[in-house]
């Protein structure tokens, strides 16, 4: 796979960054539509950002927004555990331009067990004006990490269940919602994507079974499948009228 850098608008629920990124990159974000999204990505680089758009300021300005970003290692399911969590934050009024979530596995040769709620946890976070990273896309181990945490790559194409056993689609990966909770982003059976609440997640086994049957949520966009604040007339991630 070539890794020549291109430069993307790279979406998010509060604007876009214009950065140059990889093909592995540009496949992290690419959710099965035309608009590349930044929160799959996960955190770039502050050198490779040569602007931003907020969407709150509704102005473009030159070079990256602020980085912050926390590394809480909680266990969020057996053997998965949320590394590093963070999010792009505009210069100049501070409004979120995009969050995203980094997963690892504490144990490769391990399975992802019974999901977990996400808890509350105090931490300091930190800002980067331009982190100095030579690997934008992998995660750095944080020091009070127990074990070494791995990509969690199994969760992908994993074919997903309700209560009743019925095949709704296959998972493609986990990420959060505009309600900034966690969702597991999947493609559903007639090709379209869509995302599932973690809560609704019973067990991640060889499939992943949920703990009662897909329903309609207000606010979902029917083109994508964003789960979007109920009200909203426009999908936040495609811009589709609901």
Known sequence: MS????????????GYVMATVTDEQQMKGNLGGPDLFLAPIGRLDAEKITKHFCNTCEKEFEGPPKIEFEN????????????????????SCNSSI??????????????????????????????????????????????????PATGVASIEGRTVFDENANKIGTAKQVGIDSTQSMVLVITKNDGTEGSIPWSNIKKIGDAVLLGKPETSQP????KCGFANKEGSKFCEECGTKI
């Open 3 to 14: 890794s020549e850098l291109r430069l993307k608008k790279l979406r998010g629920s509060g």
């Open 72 to 91: 809480p290692n909680e266990e969020v399911a057996e053997n998965l555990v949320l590394a590093e969590k963070g999010q792009y934050i505009c210069k």
């Open 219 to 222: 606010g979902k966009c029917s």
């Open 98 to 147: 995009a969050e995203y979530r980094e997963f690892k596995k504490q144990n490769e040769a391990g399975d992802v067990g019974v999901a977990k709620p996400l808890e509350p946890q105090a931490s300091t976070q930190v800002t980067q004006s331009a982190p100095q990273r030579t690997e934008p896309v992998q995660v750095p181990q944080a020091s009070t990490q127990p074990e």
